[in-house]
Structure formats: structure tokens, C-alpha cells
């Protein structure tokens, strides 16, 4: 990496961390209209967020797949007990789920892209109904990513 291009990611990070100083909130306002409309996992050409997905192993080559997901959001309810002895404290309240729903993302879009396997993902866009994740899938058999030193590991994960 040259060192342009190190600014350019370090401008693109400042401006995901003071959304509201720049134009982003609004721009991605916009994009979430869209997004609502999309199916709900969706294949995209290249990562929203350039400078996260580098961060992350994400390289613009052959056997790289990124793949956007929208999972519900909120909090989830446990439901009161309808029979038999109620206890004084039901566990209704601060109940916690075992994965987050960055992971269940990333399980969804692993479970509809079998053949690919699962690099990382991050936090893109959430409104008051949706959260949006992005995915990055790293194709084992493609013969780029095995001859990749810093990515190859992938492929000797095999099942």
C-alpha cells in the first residue's frame, strides 16, 4: 500500500467516526430506502466501508465476495410464564441471547453461500427496524487465494 492510499483510508475512517460532521448520515439515509427494498442477503460489488474491509483481510482480487445482510433489530423478550409457579423475578427483563446479530449475519450469509467461507464482517448501516452487516467470503478452491500467503490458511480449514 502506497502511502496515498493509507490517507485515503484514514479519511474515509475519520468520516464513519464523525458521521454527523460529514455528509454521511444523509447519504446513507438515502441508501437505506434502497437497501429496505433489496432481498434481505445480497451480493455487492464492493464494500461499503473500503477502509473497515481492508482492515479486515478484504482484497479487491479473484475468490474475495462481499455480501450485505439485514437482520432484525431490537432486543429480545423473554415470554412470561403462563402456568404453574411464577417466579418473583420471571427473567423477563435483561434477558441476553447467546449470539449477537452480527454473528447471526454472518451465519446467514454463510448458510446461502455454501461453498464459500465465512473471512469477517462489520457493522454498515441500522435504522430504527434493521441492522445492515457486511460480509466478507473468501473462496478456498479458487487458485488466487491459494496462492496467497496471507489468506491461504483459509483453504487448509477445509472440511
Given at each position: 500500500m502506497n502511502h496515498g492510499e493509507s490517507k485515503v483510508y484514514k479519511y474515509q475512517a475519520r468520516s464513519w467516526a464523525e458521521q454527523e460532521e460529514s455528509n454521511l448520515v444523509?447519504?446513507?439515509?438515502?441508501?437505506?430506502?434502497?437497501?429496505?427494498?433489496?432481498?434481505?442477503?445480497?451480493r455487492i460489488d464492493k464494500p461499503t466501508r473500503l477502509n473497515k474491509a481492508r482492515s479486515l483481510g478484504y482484497k479487491a482480487k479473484q475468490g474475495f465476495v462481499v455480501a450485505r445482510v439485514r437482520v432484525r433489530r431490537g432486543g429480545l423478550r423473554k415470554p412470561r410464564p403462563s402456568s404453574g409457579r411464577r417466579q418473583k423475578r420471571m427473567g423477563v427483563k435483561r434477558y441476553v441471547p447467546a449470539k449477537s446479530l452480527k454473528q447471526i449475519a454472518a451465519e446467514r450469509v454463510a448458510?446461502?453461500?455454501?461453498?464459500?467461507k465465512v473471512l469477517n464482517s462489520y457493522w454498515v448501516w441500522e435504522d430504527g427496524k434493521y441492522k445492515w452487516f457486511e460480509v466478507i467470503l473468501v473462496d478456498p478452491n479458487?487458485?488466487?487465494?491459494?496462492?496467497?500467503?496471507?489468506?491461504?490458511?483459509?483453504?487448509?480449514?477445509?472440511?
Open positions: 444523509e447519504l446513507m439515509r438515502q441508501r437505506a430506502i434502497h437497501w429496505r427494498k433489496e432481498s434481505t442477503i445480497r448458510k446461502k453461500f455454501p461453498n464459500l479458487n487458485p488466487v487465494i491459494v496462492s496467497d500467503p496471507d489468506v491461504n490458511w483459509i483453504c487448509r480449514e477445509r472440511k
